[in-house]
């Protein structure tokens, strides 16, 4: 049965132990768990809700828990942790990679944090001190420090003998890194260079003397970009004298990358890149709060422009009908500029030698766009109601407010960025309040002046 | 000069070039543009309006064409080799990874894909074919055939002494491939491992006899799921009768996650994921339009429904100020539900055995979330309209569609999926024509019955 259940899709396994979990058949719950990689039962907790992912912890072997906890989402492993007790979990901690170690120790409260420190053995105690004492988010954050190390005088002959000796490499191990007497970094021998090189060569005849490295303070994004651009699978972190403090491998690079990429998309709506699908009730609606919060004060902002023109709409009830398709559609258009414009910022593409090119691209297209929706609304208007002249203030105003989002789309995360504000998480907002706010006042305020 | 500038970061080689390109110093951006990695020279011409790509592009030396368009995402690509010459184009194209060639080469028209095709040499037009029969963005598609393949029998030292000879190891190799006469895959060895082997081993001794294989048919962003979760730099790509038939990188693979998870971002607001940032106006705003016609529709239906209360709205102006708020809230809290939910199903979390207690999370979600709202809002409402009946209304009217939200913002992706839509495009545009018109029926529907 075993057997079966391994040759199994994810999406099979995970109906299997839902339903033996509700059958209550915990004793092969367990038996099933000890037979997935650690990545698969982490797959299976992030999968569960909060209630099941308990029962399932329960039921996987101590031994494993380190493995899985390395591969599971910060607010899906920040979760658990917090109900382990700080000896057990200092258990798990061992033999971690230093990155996974640093970041999830972040997420434990101050005390257990301490209790926990603790009770590690010394040698991962300084490891993880080594890595917090880095920035969060920094490139010596993220690294490890399982880096082979190579004296340029040696021979081939010598080092295969001696990795012979030691027998299993670090995860992901593409190259050897040379230093010098001081430790500090002056070259890097690829492992594809050293079987093919003849046994009687030496690493100083073999290695890059100008290797690619990574400063340990450069930020995380940064890091993703040019592993990204240059297609590394690993690279070396040195201190500001070139001193080499470890590596960094691409796994952990391809969680930056989802990360970033997640973040921009989540934060447009409110939501936080780690946000669980399957936390409880009450948390998430206190997450989503503030968002709706926010709404609800430019929801307010836009009813108090069309108080403005209450006389007008109290004789002209039509106006009421039609006064939220320009807002609308203002919104959609800039939101659409906005989206490129944050993505073009991410990537790296939008800077100051091209934002006013940009700017004035967006511009053009806001006005084309305008003349486009304005000439069609008109058209449905004057059909609908039967009025020209209604027709005329509609397009207007849709004129009006296409250009507007083009200008707001194309500037708010420019100046947002100047002023230190993450564009994903407020532009969207802000952006469909000026849209609103303008597309309101030029329809009810060019009605209220030609109608009234 | 020129040793300054290499040593400058992206952002300031493209300011340098853009300065020199303006003074007319084109002989200087040459001599730039040759010292720069292909990766840049593509991340320079991805920075560039499309009228100084085609400049840079005169510029960049022909010999190098190839390893720049190998760099380039698909929309600046596909721009770029339709203004090339076939013969030009077939000359770039040489000693190009098979899995860019083929992608480049579905990019083209078809009269000069047949042009190119013929000017191509024998092995690379073989190669192309060959990935072409495979399904656009499966596996098979994507993946390279410069694998390194070994027989079970050999002994270390023979392995070494042909890798001397061979010289070069193709890119990203971190295992060799053991096959049978029949070439079908039997094993694998990690490069690491036969650095730690003695020289009288065989591979049969050293192999790992359970790869991990993937199917030439299996679509992209499986592979991509598969290579996250569990760590890997390469896998091979087998038929359904085990013959080895290439394999995929880590960095291919890099460059469909950051795809995969753009897409669903660019999606929400009716935008191709590879959509050119510095794309002309006209073709933007060609490409922008479908989904503004779109919410036209959706913004005359939701002023349609108001339509229905026009006698209420003609007597109470106050309702028609009223009217957008809870329509908006009802928008963002559902487009809060319908982006985690379309993020969980991504990462596979969402699927059928979870999905009715996420949707019945949801709906609790929105009970709460209505509760909420309803009381704050009635009371501003109280408070500035000095009319407690109102804001009983409003409160009402936001409860029934914040429930209807988290209903419509679950259960829509679960929905579309299964008829085959992709929820990260259209479902967002559903979503708020739900919100608005069960909003819009709700507080005029209520008002009308309690006010008139």
Not at 26 to 47: G, Q, T
Not at 75 to 92: F, S, T
Request: proline share 4%.
């Amino acid at each position: 049965m075993e057997e079966d259940f391994e040759t199994q899709s994810s999406s099979q396994q995970l109906e299997a132990i839902n339903e033996a979990l509700s059958s209550g058949m915990y004793v092969h719950v367990r038996k099933m768990l000890h037979h997935m990689p650690a990545a698969d039962v982490a797959f299976l907790l992030e999968s569960s809700p909060s209630k099941t992912r308990a029962v399932l912890w329960q039921l996987i072997d101590p031994d494993f828990h380190g493995d899985v906890l390395e591969e599971l989402s910060e607010d899906v492993r920040n979760g658990i942790i917090r109900q382990m007790m700080p000896e057990k979990l200092a258990g798990a901690l061992e033999d971690m990679d230093t990155d996974d170690l640093a970041e999830l120790l972040r997420g434990l409260p101050d005390t257990i944090f301490q209790e926990v420190l603790k009770s590690m053995d010394e040698q991962d105690r300084q490891r993880a001190e080594q890595a917090l004492s880095f920035g969060e988010d920094t490139a010596g954050f993220i690294m490890n420090t399982d880096t082979i190390t190579l004296r340029p005088e040696v021979t081939i002959d010598v080092i295969l003998r001696y990795l012979r000796l030691k027998g299993d490499l670090p995860k992901d191990t593409d190259a050897f890194y040379v230093v010098n007497r001081h430790d500090k970094l002056i070259g890097i021998v690829p492992l594809t260079r050293l079987l093919t090189a003849t046994s009687d060569m030496t690493i100083e005849e073999l290695m890059n003397e100008e290797p690619e490295t990574i400063p340990a303070d450069m930020p995380e994004g940064e890091v993703a970009k040019l592993f990204e651009r240059y297609n590394w699978v690993s690279a070396p972190v040195v201190d500001e004298d070139n001193h080499l403090l470890g590596r960094i491998t691409i796994d952990d690079v391809v969680d930056i990358i989802r990360e970033e990429a997640e973040h921009s998309m989540m934060s447009m709506v409110g939501l936080d890149d780690e946000e669980d699908t399957f936390a409880p009730v009450l948390k998430s609606t206190q997450r989503r709060s503030i968002w709706l919060g926010v709404n609800l004060v430019t929801a307010l902002m836009a009813a108090m422009v069309s108080d403005l023109f209450e006389a007008t709409l109290s004789q002209l009830a039509v106006l009421a009908i039609l006064n939220t398709i320009v807002p609308s559609m203002g919104g959609v258009a800039g939101n659409q500029t906005l989206t490129l414009v944050i993505r073009g910022m991410a990537l790296g593409h939008v800077g100051t030698s091209n934002a006013r090119w940009l700017i004035n691209k967006e511009l053009a297209i806001g006005a084309l766009n305008g003349v486009i929706w304005a000439v069609l609304i008109a058209g449905v208007i004057a059909l609908w109601k039967q009025d020209l002249v209604l027709g005329g203030i509609i397009a207007f105003a849709m004129m009006c407010n296409m250009f507007a989002a083009g200008l707001a789309g194309a500037t708010l995360p420019l100046i947002m960025k100047k002023m230190n504000i993450d564009p994903a998480l407020a532009g969207s907002v802000i952006l469909t309040t000026i849209t609103d706010v303008v597309g309101i006042f030029a329809f009810l305020g060019t009605a209220t002046l030609l109608l009234m």
